[in-house]
């Protein structure tokens, strides 16, 4: 797949009058996994790996369903879509939906809750299924309640808004099963723990966090109206 214009896009999930009554069938992905996070800096130092899930829901145009519902794109954008090979996205209400959640009881000094949400974010595939690399970059925003029995950790209330910049591999084992292995890193605003409004100094803060995840993939028809 390459990245294909934001107009044709739009058509897509927007098609125009004459096709409003049409019922559409199409792939809708549903990932969910386990997470390692890595909060570099002090509470690193303490606890390096906090635990969670990775959750990834987004619909699939792939070649196949391109090719059988051409007349959904306008004429114009028509020849490019279906070149693409393949087109991913995420209606804007599942931007509700966390892309991932810490969960990680102490098992040294530190455990900490949490959930990450990532309203926007833009993929780059470099390589097409079965074996699909990608990069992709966005806009997150993190809450996190860390406690610790350390003083200097003590009980903080991380929420930050962050950018984010991950690489991803997928493995397609069957039409509707596929792996994934991947790695993102979020840069935020710092946080000086304990604090809500302080930033510095950064040795004492939450500024960068680390995700590794495995991800499962189960892909099912969804049928609407267009």
């Known amino acids: 797949m390459k990245l294909v214009p934001l107009a044709l896009l739009w058509c897509l999930l927007l098609p125009d009058v004459a ?3 049409r019922t559409v069938t199409a792939p809708v992905d549903f990932a969910i996994g386990p997470a390692a996070f890595f909060f570099f800096g002090p509470i690193f130092e303490d606890q390096p790996i906090h635990t ?6 987004e619909a699939v145009l792939d070649k196949e369903w391109l090719r059988k519902n051409q007349a959904l794109i306008p004429r114009k954008y028509r020849s490019q879509a279906l070149k693409s090979g393949e087109i991913r996205f995420s209606p804007a209400v599942l931007a509700l939906v966390p892309d991932s959640l ?9 455990g900490m809750y949490g959930a990450t949400w990532k309203p926007l974010g833009i993929g780059l595939p470099f ?14 925003l993190t809450y996190a309640y860390v406690y610790s ?3 200097e950790l003590g009980t903080t209330h991380f929420l930050r808004p962050g950018l984010q910049l991950g690489a991803d591999l997928e493995f397609q084992l069957t039409k509707s099963f ?3 292995i991947g790695w993102d890193s979020a840069l935020y605003i710092p946080q000086r723990l304990g ?11 939450i500024f960068h966090v680390g995700q590794a995840y495995l991800m499962f993939h189960f892909r099912f028809p969804y049928t ?3």
């Open 102 to 110: 810490i969960i990680s009881p102490k098992y040294r000094n530190t």
């Open 178 to 180: 596929l792996i994934s």
């Open 195 to 205: 604090t809500f409004s302080e930033t510095k100094p950064l040795r004492e803060s």
């Open 52 to 57: 969670g899930l990775k959750i990834n829901v």
């Open 127 to 140: 390589s097409s299924s079965p074996v699909r690399f990608s990069v992709d970059a966005g806009l997150l």
């Open 224 to 226: 609407t109206r267009l």
């Open 149 to 151: 029995d350390l003083a």
């Open 19 to 21: 096709a409003a009554q």
